[in-house]
């Protein structure tokens, strides 16, 4: 298993900050060579900070959002308004403040029944958007992402069947601890990707932060070790989260 990049930082702040950094650095590069940036959100709660961070007067004015097509990883089985929405949340700590073009901003419809034709949606969207070479996946230039303390990424989470979809791009999944669906974009789309980031914080964090990455696991034993990304994947830290680490597992 290729292994990641590991970045600690020293608190959430500290995160959002070297996200930022990346966003702005990756979104000018896909943006010369290609002439869009194409990204995809996390949900929960973690990225909330970088998605204020980059809707600052630090970093909002030196990104072209004009350039940037917005997408999400997965998404609840509620409607935009809802508080549990992950389109809600960015919307309100980022879309809603940065200069990006409406129809440039693509939600997962998680209200629409049945979730298979909003999956289906979905991925056409993402077919009709992305580079998708050879008949792959499409590729995103970077996929957020935020760990579940059972190593979920997106909505694959433990023991779903979702985690061994390959044909399909996006997909709905029954979360049984959760007594919920979810829409949540698949591990041949993840792992297509030239860039995907980790965001990972708090002492909450520690065990699953141990399991994958202070033992070597032969085999995949939680879902966010079946991300081995044709491109970049780096995971970052901060040190709460990292606590029990290795030094030798810092960068
Ligand atoms: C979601 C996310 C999910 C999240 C993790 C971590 O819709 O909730 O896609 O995968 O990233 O559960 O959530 P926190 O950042 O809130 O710890």
């Keep these: 298993m290729t292994q990641p990049a590991i970045h600690i930082c020293t608190n959430p702040?500290?995160?959002a900050e070297a996200v930022a950094r990346r966003w702005a650095a990756l979104s000018a590069t896909a943006i010369a060579e290609r002439g869009f940036?194409?990204?995809?959100?996390?949900?929960?709660?973690?990225?909330?900070?970088?998605?204020?961070?980059l809707a600052s007067p630090a970093w909002r004015d030196d990104i072209d959002w004009s350039?940037?097509?917005v997408f999400f990883g997965d998404e609840r089985s509620v409607p935009p308004e809802h508080p549990d929405s992950n389109y809600r949340m960015a919307r309100e700590s980022l879309l809603d403040h940065v200069p990006i073009p409406s129809d440039q901003i693509h939600r997962m419809k998680g209200e629409q029944r049945p979730l298979e034709t909003a999956a289906a949606t979905y991925a056409a969207c993402l077919e009709t958007l992305l580079p998708h070479p050879k008949q792959d996946a499409p590729c995103f230039d970077l996929i957020l992402l935020g760990l579940g303390p059972d190593g979920h990424v997106a909505s694959l989470f433990p023991d779903t069947a979702i985690l061994h979809e390959r044909e399909r791009w996006v997909a709905p999944v029954y979360v049984d601890k959760?007594?919920?669906?979810r829409l949540?974009?698949?591990f041949p789309v993840l792992n297509q990707a030239r860039h995907v980031l980790l965001l990972v914080a708090g002492d909450a964090k520690r065990p699953i932060v141990n399991a994958v990455l202070a033992e070597e696991d032969a085999e995949p034993r939680y879902p966010v070790q079946m991300i081995q990304p044709q491109g970049e994947l780096a995971w970052y830290l901060d040190e709460a989260a990292a606590a029990d680490l290795p030094s030798s597992r810092h960068l």
């Design 37 to 53: 940036f194409h990204v995809a959100l996390a949900g929960g709660s973690t990225p909330r900070l970088l998605y204020q961070t």
């Design 184 to 186: 949540s974009v698949t």
């Design 67 to 69: 350039r940037l097509h």
């Design 13 to 15: 702040a500290a995160i």
């Design 178 to 181: 959760l007594h919920t669906w």
